[in-house]
Protein backbone atom coordinates (compact mmCIF):
# COMPACT_ATOMS: atom_id res chain seq x y z
CA UNK A 1 0.00 0.00 0.00
CA UNK A 2 1.07 3.92 -0.31
CA UNK A 3 3.32 5.41 2.41
CA UNK A 4 3.26 8.18 3.58
CA UNK A 5 5.78 10.05 5.99
CA UNK A 6 5.63 13.11 8.18
CA UNK A 7 8.58 15.63 9.30
CA UNK A 8 9.58 16.57 11.42
CA UNK A 9 8.33 14.07 13.79
CA UNK A 10 8.34 16.60 16.64
CA UNK A 11 8.79 20.38 16.67
CA UNK A 12 9.44 23.26 19.35
CA UNK A 13 8.35 26.69 18.25
CA UNK A 14 8.46 30.18 20.22
CA UNK A 15 4.97 32.05 19.87
CA UNK A 16 5.03 34.22 16.87
CA UNK A 17 7.50 32.22 15.08
CA UNK A 18 6.70 30.21 11.43
CA UNK A 19 6.93 26.46 10.78
CA UNK A 20 6.68 24.67 7.42
CA UNK A 21 5.60 20.55 7.72
CA UNK A 22 5.96 17.89 5.38
CA UNK A 23 3.87 15.08 4.22
CA UNK A 24 6.01 12.88 1.48
CA UNK A 25 3.69 10.38 -0.11
CA UNK A 26 4.73 7.31 -2.25
CA UNK A 27 2.11 6.98 -5.23
CA UNK A 28 -0.32 8.66 -6.80
CA UNK A 29 -3.30 10.20 -4.66
CA UNK A 30 -6.97 11.71 -5.40
CA UNK A 31 -6.74 13.03 -1.63
CA UNK A 32 -5.21 14.56 0.25
CA UNK A 33 -6.18 15.95 3.68
CA UNK A 34 -4.14 17.87 6.52
CA UNK A 35 -5.89 17.38 10.23
CA UNK A 36 -5.25 18.99 13.42
CA UNK A 37 -5.54 16.61 16.28
CA UNK A 38 -5.81 19.13 19.02
CA UNK A 39 -5.31 18.44 22.97
CA UNK A 40 -8.65 16.92 23.37
CA UNK A 41 -8.37 14.68 20.71
CA UNK A 42 -10.44 16.15 18.28
CA UNK A 43 -9.56 16.25 14.47
CA UNK A 44 -10.10 19.44 12.70
CA UNK A 45 -9.94 19.12 9.16
CA UNK A 46 -7.76 21.72 7.83
CA UNK A 47 -7.48 21.24 4.14
CA UNK A 48 -8.69 19.07 1.36
CA UNK A 49 -5.73 19.91 -0.52
CA UNK A 50 -4.59 16.97 -3.52
CA UNK A 51 -3.48 19.16 -5.98
CA UNK A 52 -2.43 23.13 -5.51
CA UNK A 53 -2.40 25.57 -2.94
CA UNK A 54 -5.11 26.87 -0.45
CA UNK A 55 -4.62 29.14 2.05
CA UNK A 56 -7.11 29.62 5.38
CA UNK A 57 -5.95 32.59 7.57
CA UNK A 58 -2.18 31.97 9.35
CA UNK A 59 -2.52 28.22 7.76
CA UNK A 60 -1.60 27.84 4.09
CA UNK A 61 -0.96 24.06 2.25
CA UNK A 62 0.79 23.26 -1.14
CA UNK A 63 0.63 20.34 -2.75
CA UNK A 64 2.78 19.08 -6.01
CA UNK A 65 1.46 15.82 -6.59
CA UNK A 66 3.64 15.34 -9.58
CA UNK A 67 6.50 15.25 -7.03
CA UNK A 68 4.27 13.17 -4.68
CA UNK A 69 4.60 15.93 -1.12
CA UNK A 70 2.18 18.27 0.36
CA UNK A 71 3.48 21.10 2.44
CA UNK A 72 1.65 22.85 5.88
CA UNK A 73 2.66 26.49 6.49
CA UNK A 74 2.13 27.95 10.15
CA UNK A 75 2.83 31.51 10.40
CA UNK A 76 2.98 33.68 13.64
CA UNK A 77 1.99 30.24 15.70
CA UNK A 78 -0.16 30.81 18.58
CA UNK A 79 0.04 28.14 21.99
CA UNK A 80 -3.30 27.59 20.13
CA UNK A 81 -1.53 25.80 17.03
CA UNK A 82 0.08 23.04 19.58
CA UNK A 83 -0.94 19.55 18.79
CA UNK A 84 -0.42 16.93 16.22
CA UNK A 85 -0.51 17.43 12.59
CA UNK A 86 -1.55 14.83 10.23
CA UNK A 87 -1.08 14.11 6.67
CA UNK A 88 -3.81 11.58 5.04
CA UNK A 89 -4.44 10.47 1.24
CA UNK A 90 -6.56 8.17 -0.40
CA UNK A 91 -4.52 6.71 -3.68
CA UNK A 92 -6.53 6.53 -6.76
CA UNK A 93 -9.10 4.21 -6.83
CA UNK A 94 -8.66 3.23 -3.15
CA UNK A 95 -11.33 4.28 -0.62
CA UNK A 96 -9.72 4.66 2.56
CA UNK A 97 -7.30 7.41 3.83
CA UNK A 98 -3.55 6.38 4.68
CA UNK A 99 -2.49 8.46 7.86
CA UNK A 100 1.32 9.58 8.47
CA UNK A 101 2.55 9.97 11.90
CA UNK A 102 2.08 12.93 12.37
CA UNK A 103 4.05 15.97 13.47
CA UNK A 104 3.98 16.60 17.40
CA UNK A 105 3.89 20.62 17.53
CA UNK A 106 4.70 22.72 20.75
CA UNK A 107 4.43 26.33 20.63
CA UNK A 108 5.56 28.23 23.91
CA UNK A 109 4.76 31.31 25.05
CA UNK B 1 -25.37 20.78 11.21
CA UNK B 2 -24.86 17.84 13.35
CA UNK B 3 -22.00 16.00 11.15
CA UNK B 4 -20.99 12.94 12.19
CA UNK B 5 -22.05 12.66 15.66
CA UNK B 6 -20.38 9.68 17.52
CA UNK B 7 -21.56 7.87 20.99
CA UNK B 8 -20.41 7.23 23.64
CA UNK B 9 -17.84 10.00 24.41
CA UNK B 10 -15.83 7.59 26.66
CA UNK B 11 -16.75 3.92 27.68
CA UNK B 12 -14.55 1.54 30.21
CA UNK B 13 -15.02 -2.53 29.49
CA UNK B 14 -13.96 -5.79 31.19
CA UNK B 15 -12.61 -8.22 29.17
CA UNK B 16 -14.41 -10.39 27.44
CA UNK B 17 -17.38 -8.27 27.78
CA UNK B 18 -19.21 -7.22 24.06
CA UNK B 19 -20.28 -3.54 23.02
CA UNK B 20 -21.87 -1.24 19.85
CA UNK B 21 -20.29 1.93 19.13
CA UNK B 22 -22.57 3.77 17.44
CA UNK B 23 -22.24 6.33 14.50
CA UNK B 24 -24.89 8.67 12.45
CA UNK B 25 -24.31 11.17 10.05
CA UNK B 26 -26.75 13.25 8.77
CA UNK B 27 -25.44 14.78 5.26
CA UNK B 28 -26.16 12.10 2.84
CA UNK B 29 -23.25 11.03 2.50
CA UNK B 30 -22.87 7.19 0.51
CA UNK B 31 -18.92 6.10 2.48
CA UNK B 32 -18.31 5.75 5.70
CA UNK B 33 -15.49 4.53 7.76
CA UNK B 34 -14.18 3.00 11.19
CA UNK B 35 -10.46 3.85 11.56
CA UNK B 36 -8.83 3.38 15.42
CA UNK B 37 -6.06 5.02 17.08
CA UNK B 38 -3.47 3.99 19.23
CA UNK B 39 -1.34 6.36 21.26
CA UNK B 40 1.13 8.68 19.41
CA UNK B 41 0.30 6.93 15.89
CA UNK B 42 -2.04 8.20 13.23
CA UNK B 43 -5.26 6.47 12.29
CA UNK B 44 -5.74 2.97 10.67
CA UNK B 45 -8.77 1.57 8.93
CA UNK B 46 -10.86 -1.23 10.23
CA UNK B 47 -13.96 -1.26 8.29
CA UNK B 48 -15.63 0.79 5.85
CA UNK B 49 -19.27 0.91 3.61
CA UNK B 50 -20.00 2.34 0.68
CA UNK B 51 -23.85 1.72 0.96
CA UNK B 52 -26.48 0.60 2.37
CA UNK B 53 -25.66 -3.02 2.99
CA UNK B 54 -22.33 -2.93 1.65
CA UNK B 55 -18.74 -3.18 4.00
CA UNK B 56 -15.53 -4.20 3.88
CA UNK B 57 -12.99 -5.20 5.97
CA UNK B 58 -9.86 -2.25 6.07
CA UNK B 59 -6.37 -2.61 7.55
CA UNK B 60 -6.98 -3.86 10.73
CA UNK B 61 -10.45 -5.54 11.26
CA UNK B 62 -10.07 -8.65 13.57
CA UNK B 63 -11.70 -8.58 16.66
CA UNK B 64 -15.03 -6.39 15.23
CA UNK B 65 -17.84 -6.74 13.09
CA UNK B 66 -19.63 -3.81 11.25
CA UNK B 67 -23.77 -3.42 9.64
CA UNK B 68 -24.96 -0.78 7.25
CA UNK B 69 -28.55 -1.21 7.50
CA UNK B 70 -29.69 2.59 6.56
CA UNK B 71 -27.66 5.36 4.70
CA UNK B 72 -27.23 7.45 8.21
CA UNK B 73 -25.95 4.84 10.58
CA UNK B 74 -22.69 2.59 10.49
CA UNK B 75 -22.42 0.88 14.13
CA UNK B 76 -19.08 -1.15 15.07
CA UNK B 77 -19.49 -3.72 17.28
CA UNK B 78 -16.69 -5.54 19.45
CA UNK B 79 -17.80 -9.16 20.59
CA UNK B 80 -15.23 -10.08 22.97
CA UNK B 81 -13.28 -7.27 24.23
CA UNK B 82 -9.62 -7.09 24.48
CA UNK B 83 -6.93 -5.36 25.71
CA UNK B 84 -5.33 -4.64 22.38
CA UNK B 85 -8.62 -2.78 21.86
CA UNK B 86 -7.96 0.29 23.47
CA UNK B 87 -7.77 2.96 21.28
CA UNK B 88 -9.77 5.74 20.08
CA UNK B 89 -12.08 4.97 17.63
CA UNK B 90 -13.34 7.51 14.88
CA UNK B 91 -15.99 7.30 12.24
CA UNK B 92 -16.07 9.47 9.33
CA UNK B 93 -18.37 9.79 6.40
CA UNK B 94 -17.74 11.08 2.36
CA UNK B 95 -19.56 11.80 -0.32
CA UNK B 96 -20.12 9.19 -3.18
CA UNK B 97 -22.04 11.70 -5.46
CA UNK B 98 -18.16 12.89 -6.82
CA UNK B 99 -14.80 11.19 -6.68
CA UNK B 100 -12.63 13.56 -4.90
CA UNK B 101 -14.19 14.34 -1.99
CA UNK B 102 -12.88 15.05 1.74
CA UNK B 103 -14.27 12.68 4.77
CA UNK B 104 -15.81 14.15 7.48
CA UNK B 105 -14.78 12.88 10.92
CA UNK B 106 -16.56 12.95 14.35
CA UNK B 107 -15.30 13.29 17.60
CA UNK B 108 -14.30 9.98 18.70
CA UNK B 109 -14.84 7.10 21.30
CA UNK B 110 -12.10 6.79 24.35
CA UNK B 111 -12.26 2.97 24.75
CA UNK B 112 -10.49 1.23 27.88
CA UNK B 113 -10.56 -2.05 28.40
CA UNK B 114 -9.66 -3.65 31.63
Known amino acids: GIQVEQSPPDLILQEGANS ?38 RLSATTVATERYSLLYISSSQTTDSGVYFCAVEENAGNMLTFGGGTRLMVKP | NAG ?73 RLELAAPSQTSVYFCASRSGQYYNQPQHFGDGTRLSIL
Request: charged residues 15%.
Open chain 1, 20 to 57: TLRCNFSDSVNNLQWFHQNPWGQLINLFYIPSGTKQNG
Open chain 2, 4 to 76: VTQTPKFRILKIGQSMTLQCAQDMNHNYMYWYRQDPGMGLKLIYYSVGAGITDKGEVPNGYNVSRSTTEDFPL
